[in-house]
């Protein structure tokens, strides 16, 4: 696929090369940020590849006029896809890392998306204390997980909401998830009948296939079911009455 760097190469006053103010990737823009830029991400934005398989689904699933429910933002991609390329009414984005929610919000900015709405809070069965969050050298490493304890460099509180009650409040059309592994536990405790779609990223090597059967029948019970057309390896979609 064509790579498609954002700027020309730049120098500084020493005659190194200077990272690209911004990198371009299947038309959105996306402001470098040297933690979250580090490593794979640049290059897979670069040949228009980031979350390829996801993206082709939920691309194929939102219609205009949907409403969106994001569970795990990331960097603010798949928001900015959706809302540029299938005009959705609203897309609300949860996403747990405190310190991803600035750079979300700059790659709305910049790519001129305003009917996201960012959340940074965990959903749960029910509404509780605020979590611990533990925050990488790595930002996208950053997790729940006490682990490895000597890359951890912040630890923050985290908002923990209520996943029935915000569904109440929200009530989407399309679910879009990538949850690294919580998608076992977190789906079956709510009800999703009023879905037309979902797109769900399954992480088996993590939640065996218990936990993969828990999703397929979340959605099955909400009337939705499964669309192999769009549908690839551990990325999984679904509809109503296709």
Not at 69 to 86: N, V
Not at 213 to 228: E, H, I, K, S, W
Request: net charge negative.
């Amino acid at each position: 696929m064509k790579d498609d760097t954002a700027a020309a190469l730049r120098t500084g006053e020493d005659g190194q090369a200077l990272p690209p103010r911004e990198l371009h990737s299947r038309g959105l823009k996306f402001p470098h940020h040297p933690q979250i830029m580090a490593g794979k991400i640049a290059k897979l934005l670069r040949r228009n590849v980031y979350e390829y398989k996801e993206s082709e689904a939920a691309l194929h699933v939102v219609k205009p006029g949907d409403v969106v429910l994001e569970l795990g933002a990331g960097i603010g991609y798949m928001s900015s896809l959706i809302a540029t390329k299938c005009k959705p009414a609203a897309i609300h984005s949860f996403e747990a890392n405190p310190r991803l929610i600035d750079y979300i919000g700059e790659v709305h900015a910049a790519n001129g998306v305003t009917c996201a709405s960012v959340h940074n809070a965990l959903l749960a069965p029910e509404a509780g204390p605020a979590a611990d969050f533990f925050v990488r050298e790595n930002l996208l490493a950053s997790s729940m997980i006490e682990e490895n304890a000597g890359q951890i460099v912040a630890v923050e509180r985290v908002e923990v909401r209520s996943l029935p009650v915000t569904l109440a409040e929200i009530r989407p059309t399309v679910l879009i998830c990538d949850i690294e592994g919580a998608e076992a536990t977190l789906l079956p405790c709510a009800d999703f009948t009023g879905l037309r779609a979902a797109v769900i990223e399954l992480h088996p090597q993590w939640i065996g296939q218990a936990g993969v059967q828990a999703v397929f029948d979340t959605m099955n019970r909400a009337g939705l079911t499964y669309f192999p057309r769009v549908s690839e390896g551990k990325v999984v979609a679904f509809r109503r009455g296709w």
